[in-house]
């Protein structure tokens, strides 16, 4: 039974509630981060900050995802995967978190699988599984297999095929469902900003990392390197009179975290282009089709989806991506990740 045990890391304890409980909403319905600490004291956060840095890196996508994506023409497939990964959050009314180790899942099982011919089917499949996996994983009550897949799906499946998935899914990533994640770093970096409405703050950066994880470009960047783009721009948006101030607490940021200044310029860069696109916004909220169809009987008429038999799919070809190909990656990850701390004692910090 030993062998059926994850390895993971928790920072909590029996004393520490459940942040998520009597939450206030905010804008589009949503429960934001800092609403509530989870953390009460400034050792919790600093411990928190390191298991998260620690982590990490074991939760990115395998080298040269992204390439895989363009080669293969899957950019489309996993902007429309992600995409409706966030509007299933708010149909079924599941926690940003769960949307966000979802897409975490998604994109890690991927990049192990750059050698197979995906189709449409396959990645739908993969993406209920994904939800799914992360629903049981993070929340209390989870929906239902039908209920997942009720809406904007052009395949349907039987839940024994999910389940099969889901399976599937588990042995790729080695049963590691803890994922460190944008999304984890929200709570531990607005609570170090001198800022009253903190909460207004976290609204935003959540909705800048739902749009960065759209974002193949953005993949590559750490989590950590995301999540600091994202509340510098937050900051420089809500309260533009104070930039010198927020580019000092930056700073402050990245000694703390130990990172290279010019990633994350670049990756602050990315996201301030992404919001001048008119689009990004509607991304942001999940709104998918507000954008590309016009109001018409015929685009609101449902299509007839496609129904999958379990008898018809072959889920052999996904068997070969085992855990044993991703502890060999790990290692090297950890590796690469010593030998880059290792450099930044070199690097020259933003004057």
Known sequence: MDSLLCDEVWLSSPATPDYHINQPRYSHGETYAAASSFY????ECEKAVSIYLEKEFTCMPEPGYVEHLRTKNLLFARLRA??????SRQRLSLSFETVFNAANYLDRF????????????????????????????TETRTPCLHDIQMEDLDHSFQPITIQRMELVLLRALGW??????????????????DFLQKDLVACRVTE??????????????RPSITAISAL???????????????LAHVKGLLNALDHKDDVVIKCHGIMEAQLINPVYNL???GKKHSYCCPSSPVTVLPTERIGIYDCDVDLSFFNDSGSNKKQETSKKKRKWHEKSIKDDGFQKRIK
Request: charged residues 15%; proline residues 1%; glycine residues 4%.
């Open 40 to 43: 009460t004291t400034t050792e």
């Open 232 to 246: 510098w721009c937050s900051l420089e948006e809500l309260v533009p009179s104070k930039s010198d101030a927020h």
């Open 110 to 137: 991927m990049s192990m699988n750059q050698c197979h011919g995906w189709k449409c089917w396959m990645v739908e499949l993969l993406c209920v599984a994904c939800l799914s996996v992360a629903s049981k994983f």
């Open 176 to 193: 590691r469902l803890g994922s460190t994640t944008a999304y984890s770093y929200v709570e531990l970096l607005v609570m170090k900003i």
């Open 82 to 87: 992600i995409q409706w990964l966030i509007k």
């Open 283 to 285: 991304l942001a909220c």
């Open 208 to 221: 800048l990392l739902l749009g960065a994880m759209q974002d193949c470009s953005m993949v590559g960047f």
